[in-house]
């Protein structure tokens, strides 16, 4: 029985947010990535985290090199689609049509919008 994974927090988060377009990467070079947003960031911040999201099970860690390779441990829109279906349930009640339409009043650009009515018009046909 697969037990499932704990949900990160938003720290976890973010480093996710840098790992999943590396695919794989060193603690060094999930730093570098995240120095263009948080340039304060500390290297050992980085590698203690990441630590513990191994411990935790949100990264895998190939131990076969001297410098660590991480990856994440469940692709972003699995991982995406675990917390909104969360969200859904603790905060919406279960309705998709309450979380949307609260998106939709959060504040959504013309673009945005145009693209959701090209994907739901799409989907009549």
């Known amino acids: 029985m697969n037990t499932p994974l704990p949900k990160p927090t938003p720290a976890e988060l973010e480093l996710l947010q840098a790992l999943w377009p590396l695919g794989s990467a060193t603690a060094k070079q999930v730093h570098e990535a995240m ?38 441990a469940q692709p972003k829109d699995a991982l995406q689609t675990n917390l909104l279906q969360d969200l859904l349930q603790r905060a ?27 994907m739901l ?5």
């Open 92 to 118: 919406f009640a279960g309705s998709a049509k309450a979380l949307v339409l609260a998106a939709l009043r959060t504040g959504i650009s013309r673009k945005e919008r145009e693209e959701i009515e090209r």
């Open 35 to 72: 120095l263009s947003g948080k340039p304060d960031l500390a290297y050992g911040t980085v590698l203690r985290l990441m630590q513990i999201m191994h411990g935790k099970g949100l990264l895998i860690r190939d131990e076969s090199q001297r410098s660590h390779i991480y990856a994440p």
């Open 121 to 125: 018009k799409e989907d009549k046909e």
